[in-house]
């Protein structure tokens, strides 16, 4: 789970927000920009929460 969150922090959120930012330019489409750092920003906050999900099970 370590090696997920240094993956989604250091590379799939900064790509994210800069897709982003070319979408606010009108370069790529909004929208999917959106669900794409909305995704990355959630899966990265779900590796947080999915360890303690299976605690003492």
Known sequence: ??????????????SAFIYHLFALMEIYPVTL????????ITAFLWTFYQPRRFKGK
Do not use: G
């Open 33 to 40: 920009s959106s669900i794409m750092l909305f995704a990355a």
């Open 1 to 14: 789970m370590k090696y997920i969150r240094l993956i989604l922090l250091i590379v799939l959120i900064p």
